[in-house]
């Protein structure tokens, strides 16, 4: 399945975690997913993202004209904090910056 988030803030194409957010994910593909920023997706404002024996693959981080895209694979930002263990971040693209990781 694929999954696209271009709607107003366009974070996460595959999940979304934002303020005060915790999120545990085990056994898990997040795969062919699209957004601005974080294709497979996108932690912001102070949240706790864990994953074990997930793959993020195949995610695109792109955006039209001059908006930014960032995190191919993912992107954290703003004081959050996430765990890969026993992980594969493999085969994504950022049009701007952090192909695998932002």
Do not use: H, M, P, W
Not at 23 to 43: D, H, Q, W, Y
């Amino acid at each position: 399945t694929s999954c696209i988030d271009f709607g107003t803030q366009g974070l996460g194409g595959g999940l979304q975690l934002q303020t005060d957010s915790t999120a545990v994910l085990e056994n898990c593909t997040i795969a062919s997913c699209t957004a601005k920023e974080g294709g497979g997706f996108s932690a912001r404002d102070s949240c706790t993202l864990t994953l074990t024996n997930c793959a993020v693959t195949s995610c695109v981080a792109e955006a039209g004209g001059n908006d930014f895209a960032y995190g191919g694979g993912f992107s954290a930002v703003e004081t959050c904090f996430v765990t890969l263990t026993n992980c594969a971040v493999t085969n994504n693209v950022a049009a701007s910056d952090g192909s695998a990781v932002r």
